[in-house]
């Protein structure tokens, strides 16, 4: 009479673990910078509303932008929420976005600047190290674009 193996043996079932653990190894830090740069989408999203205020503003004003369109003035929303380095709170509603900001721009140049504040450092959760995102729109011949800077597009967190 023929001996039917029931099951597997030891050496089988740590070839399978080890399939796993090489696999693991690979997939959470892939889905680490994923989580990571989903949430670097809510600063790129906290700029939108501020963008199309300051894009009315400065076809209103074509040729005062860098004075009347500031934080508070002409449709432009007041400088939102405060970012230190002891203390990040973040804004009602945002787990990320701790402060946005509307600085003033050079007539000619540029328009006014948007700054997004982020609560914690996406790499490494340091609130020290906070991410920055950071539009400055450029007048042309073919309308208002926006050029992104800051530390959250050079750690490639958000596009450029």
């Not at 190894?25 to 939108?48: G, H, N």
């Not at 205020?53 to 939102?80: H, K, R, W």
């Not at 600047?113 to 920055?132: E, F, G, R, S, Y």
Request: glycine letters at 8%; aromatic letters at 4%; hydrophobic letters at 45%.
């Amino acid at each position: 009479m023929k001996n039917v193996q029931k099951g597997f043996n030891l050496i089988e079932l740590m070839i399978v673990v080890a399939i796993i653990g090489i696999l693991a190894a690979v997939a959470i830090p892939a889905y680490s910078d994923y989580t990571k740069k989903a949430k670097a989408t809510e600063l790129v999203q906290a700029a939108s509303g501020l963008k199309a205020a300051i894009e009315i503003c400065m076809s209103d004003f074509p040729d005062a932008y860098a004075t009347q369109c500031v934080a508070g003035s002409n449709g432009i929303p007041t400088n939102l929420g405060t970012l230190s380095a002891q203390t990040a709170t973040a804004l009602t509603g945002s787990k990320v976005v701790a402060a946005k900001t509307v600085s003033a721009g050079v007539q000619g140049t540029n328009g006014p600047v948007i700054t997004i504040d982020a609560t914690t450092d996406l790499k490494n959760k340091a609130a020290t190290a906070a991410l920055t995102y950071v539009l400055t729109p450029v007048a042309g011949s073919a309308g208002i674009g926006w050029t992104a800077s800051g530390t959250c597009v050079s750690d490639n967190f958000c596009k450029q």
